[in-house]
């Protein structure tokens, strides 16, 4: 499919601990991205990996992309309850494409 | 000042009945999209409108007409409402296709009854 798909489906951690979640997609992209929902609410940007990037950090977080395997994986280091959301990855080819979604649930 | 602002936030209807969700951008963007959130969370594109014009017109039905007066405004009129279309609608904006991150609405949750 042209969409990211993600892994795990949900995944509980405690507070200060990481989360890892992953993405794999089937086409040729011109770069991948990964948002942010909280419940209730609209889709947030947290950060855009090029075709021709390997790496990128945005505080917390940390993406990689592996387009010779086609996956992605975002970490998210020393977790908070504030965290809590559920987490998209999104492969752009042109238009953007998401998938279901990982729900991430961080106990206080 | 909201970036993209959707209107209304929810929208209950009863069956067979024609409504219209609206959605505005103040950021100046070229490119506007609907998607459709499914109860599983499942985030499906619908249209995509650059500049005025359909870009993308997925595998929607007939009932769904997207409407862009203008590159700020993107409205989404549904006829003939139907139980199935219950979900969450969603707009977004980017600056232009391909290369940027998208900002997104909060969202339209519409019940059909």
């Known amino acids: 499919s042209q969409q990211g798909e993600e892994d795990p489906q949900a995944l509980s951690i405690q507070e200060g601990e990481n989360a890892t979640m992953n993405c794999s997609y089937k086409t040729s992209i011109n770069n991948l991205q990964w948002y942010r929902q909280n419940s209730g609410r609209g889709l947030v940007h947290l950060i855009l990996?090029?075709?021709?990037?390997r790496e990128k950090h945005s505080g917390r977080l940390r993406v990689t992309l592996d387009t010779s395997k086609k996956s992605s994986s975002l970490l998210i280091t020393a977790s908070r309850a504030a965290d809590t959301a559920s987490y998209f990855c999104a492969v752009n080819n042109n238009d953007m494409r998401f998938g279901a979604g990982t729900r991430l649930t961080v106990k206080p | 000042d909201t970036a993209v602002s959707q209107t209304p936030k929810y929208l209950v209807t009863q069956m067979g009945n024609d409504k219209s969700i609206k959605c505005e951008q103040n950021l100046g963007h070229d490119t506007m999209y609907w998607y459709k959130q499914d109860s599983k969370k499942f985030l499906k594109i619908m249209f995509s409108?650059?500049?005025?014009?359909?870009?993308i017109n997925e595998t929607v039905p007939n009932r769904f007409s997207p409407k862009s007066p203008d590159k700020a405004h993107l409205n989404l009129h549904i006829n003939s409402l139907e139980l199935g279309d219950s979900a969450v609608y969603f707009c977004?904006?980017?600056?232009?296709?391909?290369?940027?991150?998208?900002?997104f609405g909060s969202g339209t949750r519409l019940t059909v009854v």
């Open positions: 409108y650059n500049n005025k014009e359909l870009i």
């Open positions: 977004a904006s980017s600056r232009a296709r391909g290369e940027y991150g998208y900002t």
């Open positions: 990996i090029r075709s021709n990037e």
